[in-house]
């Protein structure tokens, strides 16, 4: 008999030799019914693979991350099973699960696959999703797996990198590829498949080796489910930052200027003002001072705080001056000089917390291939904070800067976010500087603060920075996918290596301890990720134009500029149409730019000294006084900044 163990705790006894499935139908034929994977102590397994020792149990559904990895992987099989089907000559290399479907590499030879051919490998693989196929996971040698794959370079070369005695295989039907893992069942789990498109890759990432074919596809248990997701990505495009940014006139990209380096139109910069202003005034609040350092670096710095020997490679090159031997760089990070100002005075215990914040912008070399709109840029603007305390004062100041990035996700409308507590690799301890006690030491403090903070974490190993673990805000938009915003992190190693010190009350120097905050993360992702999130349809008060006055011909302008002085004395932003246009015209176009409120200006208004005034996506609101105007439009933006 074996014990098996269930997260909960609870026990139960089974044969040896029993399956995981098995387990699953003793407990309820519902669960059978929707579990898609599991582990056995850790350990991924095969649903239908006997359990011979004492171990704990997970099942996953496809409500788990577990349960769609599983799905998705197991569907990449049969993808390039369909693939051998049509082109038994093309060389298939890898094909993992992603955030949303899976794909495959493959090398087709001389044969070319495009969009036309889509449809006949979607209809191939669910005729062989319907004959239910067992995922079957066999054990190899590793002379076995290489005589298997003799006539393929990729396998080859990957098996070559295997330890005899870890190498195994998958099959189903006629179907067999090189796996680690991780299945479903059987392919009748698989009742939807889209391909959706088709890319350049080059094998192992590296441009020096042959280029590939990428094919993209995503998989569902139900048509409908199929059917939702590809509405989503309609409405997706409709909402991406890049053709609505264009839209509404806020940001461009200048190949004269170069390649990732985003210019801010007036409406842009207006909004990035806002936004800028509304965190001022909250670190104003929490205790920060306002710093400012330069952009450029002198390479020294960098090598002191050992970026320079992690990412140098990947940055913009040095720049040599005309002194001999003198090297600068274009700012990175910011942390480095937020150091060299706290070491500008000597510190005592008395005067720490020192809080230094700054809207530093920073320069990484992005290979152009990454380059995505606003999203992943080669210059971009941090709202960066440091924080230098005792180690008495972590906790609390990090549960303060806790408290100001919920404050800026309520304010925003971000609601549905994880917490991801993102630690050390255990099996890379070379990625990583600093001693294991100090680590030990710093990811305790964000594990306990987070906790008492009460929110919904995930531990996530690996994913930690290379001088100290951190809290990354993982959040979700109104299409439902998950964006990284904000980030909190601790660090010994940084006033280690800039010797930062501080006198206690015991009269000796102590180490501070260093917390790198962004609630933002970055301006320019930050913009695009709420652009998309909101659909251009920006909060009241943050919105670059709130008011925009429609005279219903041009006698009527004078007064419509009246009306704006009077709003704008208010604080309220308005814009007067004055082109010669019909008021239909004037309407639909300032709907287009999501203009939150219109005025309707003439004759009527004119007589009664009242506003005809229409809402973005509303309609006609009726007639008020300018003055009833002004108080609507303060009560409906105290309430979205409380």
């Given amino acids: 008999m074996i014990t098996v163990t269930f997260p909960d705790g609870n ?58 990895k599983a799905f998705w992987h197991s569907s990449a099989h049969v993808l390039a099973q369909a693939i051998l089907h049509f082109y038994p000559e093309a060389k298939l290399t890898i094909g993992p699960a992603i955030e949303k479907g899976f794909y495959y590499d493959v090398d087709f030879g001389d044969e070319m696959i495009s969009e036309k051919d889509f449809e006949k490998i979607e209809k191939q693989m669910l005729e062989f999703a319907r004959q239910k ?12 797996a290489l005589e298997a794959y003799k006539d ?15 190498i195994t295989f998958c099959d189903h039907a006629d179907f067999t590829d090189l796996c680690r893992g991780g299945h479903i069942p059987h392919t009748g789990y698989i009742k939807a498949v889209k391909i959706m498109n088709v890319a350049g890759a080059y094998w192992r990432g590296d441009e020096n080796n042959p280029q590939l074919t990428r094919v993209y596809g995503v998989s569902f248990m139900k048509a409908g489910e199929l059917k939702e997701y590809l509405e989503l990505l309609e409405e997706a495009k409709k909402r991406d930052h890049r053709k609505l940014g264009k839209e509404l006139e806020l940001f461009t990209f200048s190949q004269r200027v170069g390649q990732g380096l985003p210019l801010w139109l007036p409406k842009g910069a207006m909004l990035r003002e806002r936004l800028e202003n509304f965190l001022k005034r909250a670190q104003k609040k929490a205790g920060y001072s306002p710093v400012i350092t330069p952009h450029i670096g002198n390479k020294e710095l960098y090598v002191c705080s050992g970026h320079y020997a992690k990412y140098g490679k990947d940055s913009f090159q040095p720049i040599h001056t005309p002194e001999e031997g003198e090297e600068y760089l274009l700012k990175p990070m910011n942390c480095p000089h937020h150091c060299e100002l706290y070491k500008a005075t000597p510190k005592s215990y008395k005067d720490l917390p020192v809080r230094f914040a700054e ?12 380059l995505h709109g606003l999203t992943r840029v080669r210059g971009f603007t941090q709202d960066d904070a440091h924080i230098f305390c005792t180690p008495d004062q972590l906790k609390d100041e990090f549960k303060s800067v806790i408290d100001l990035v919920l404050y800026i996700f309520k304010t925003l409308d971000f609601k549905d976010y994880t917490a991801q507590v993102s630690l050390r690799d255990p099996e890379k301890p070379e990625k990583y500087i600093g001693s294991d006690e100090n680590w030990v030491k710093a990811e305790s403090a964000i594990i306990e603060a987070a906790d008492e903070k009460g929110l919904n974490t995930v531990v996530e190993y690996g994913e930690a920075a290379f001088y100290g673990p951190k809290l990354d805000f993982m959040v979700k938009d109104a299409l439902g996918r998950s964006w990284q915003l904000g980030t909190i992190q601790v660090d010994y190693n940084l006033p280690e290596r800039f010797e930062l010190e501080y006198k206690g009350s015991d009269n000796q120097e102590h180490r501070p301890v260093m917390i790198h905050r962004a609630p933002f993360g970055s301006m320019e992702r930050f913009v695009a990720v709420l652009l998309e999130h909101c659909g251009g349809n920006f909060p009241l008060w943050l919105t670059p134009e709130q008011v925009k006055i429609l005279p219903v011909s041009d006698k009527y302008n004078e007064y419509a500029k009246e009306v704006a002085q009077f ?28 203009t939150p409120f219109m005025l309707i200006v003439g004759e009527k208004e004119i007589e009664s000294g009242q506003l005809s005034v ?21 009560n409906e933006i105290s309430q979205l900044i409380d």
Avoid: C
Avoid at 21 to 47: C, F, K, P, W
Avoid at 155 to 165: A, Q
Avoid at 359 to 370: A, I, L
């Fill in 567 to 594: 709003l704008e004395i208010s604080d309220i932003r308005a814009l007067v149409d004055e082109r010669n246009e019909k008021i239909g015209r004037k309407i639909r176009d300032a709907e287009v730019s999501k």
């Fill in 359 to 370: 809207f530093g912008t920073v320069y990484r070399y992005e290979q152009s291939g990454e």
């Fill in 614 to 634: 229409r809402r973005h996506g509303q309609g006609d609101q009726g007639a008020m006084s300018k003055e009833e105007f002004v108080t609507l439009i303060a």
């Fill in 152 to 166: 393929n370079p990729y396998k080859t070369e990957l098996i070559e990198n295997l330890e005899d005695g870890t």
């Fill in 11 to 68: 026990q139960r006894t089974y044969d040896k030799g029993t399956t995981a499935m098995d387990v699953a139908m003793s407990i309820s034929h519902g669960l059978a019914r929707n579990i898609l994977s599991g582990t056995y102590d850790g350990q991924t397994i095969e649903l239908n693979d006997p359990l011979t020792t004492d171990g704990t149990l997970q099942f996953f559904t496809w409500n788990e991350d577990g349960g769609k």
């Fill in 133 to 144: 196929f067992e995922f079957k996971l066999r054990a190899v040698t590793k002379a076995e």
